[in-house]
């Protein structure tokens, strides 16, 4: 019997180590290999009393569908955004399955977001205590999207779409 246990706590162990290694990969490959956007963001302040320092971030109205329009979005989906030039994504449609044009990727959301907006799985961004000065004028957030509309944050960007990089701290 304590053999039975000792197999079952081992097999339940390894289940879970290999489930949370192929997250973590397939989060690395759309690092990797996805394309970049940029998301615009609205000002929201950088600190928690009980997490350190972090930036609860909130997208610009661009990123989303129209406020009338969000009641009738399904719990989870894809929008399509179109990108700009600089790497500036807008929401362009719902994603009704035709292709994407070169200048449109698909973004994953659900309607449980934060301040009412859709989320996108990328609404937070932490960063190194006594950072926040760094990060305080970000006007975008970076993201990394395969074609799935899978996201993944890797950075915030300032006014010029040049990814901040933190202070060298003595």
Same mark, same amino acid.
Do not use: C, H, W
């Given at each position: ?13 390894v289940l ?6 192929h997250?973590?990969?397939?989060h690395?490959?759309?690092v990797? /290999? ?5 998301l615009?963001?609205? =000002? ?9 320092d972090?930036m609860?971030?909130?997208?610009s109205?661009?990123?989303?569908p ?6 009738t979005?399904?719990?989870?989906g /894809?929008?399509?955004?179109? #990108? ?9 449609? =719902?994603d009704?399955?035709?292709p994407? #044009?070169p200048?449109?990727?698909r973004?994953?959301?659900?309607r449980?977001?934060?301040?009412g907006? =859709?989320?996108l799985?990328?609404?937070t ?46």
């Open positions: 019997m304590k053999i039975a246990r000792i197999i079952l706590v081992i097999a339940g162990l879970a180590l290999g489930v949370a290694n997250s973590i990969r397939v690395q490959q759309v990797d /290999t996805g394309r970049q956007i940029l615009e963001l609205r =000002p929201v302040d950088p600190r928690s009393l009980i997490q350190g972090y609860l971030l909130r997208y109205t661009t990123a989303f129209e406020e009338s329009s969000r009641e979005l399904p719990s989870r /894809t929008f399509v955004m179109s #990108v700009d030039a600089n790497g500036i994504a807008t929401y362009a449609r =719902p009704d399955g035709r994407l #044009v200048s449109e990727v973004l994953r959301f659900n449980s977001g934060s301040f907006d =859709p989320g799985g990328a609404e961004f932490n960063f190194e205590e006594g950072q926040a000065e760094t990060y305080a004028d970000a006007k975008y957030g970076v993201l990394r999207v395969d074609e799935s509309g899978m996201s993944v944050l890797v950075g915030l960007a300032d006014e010029s779409y040049a990814l901040i990089v933190p202070l060298e701290q003595d």
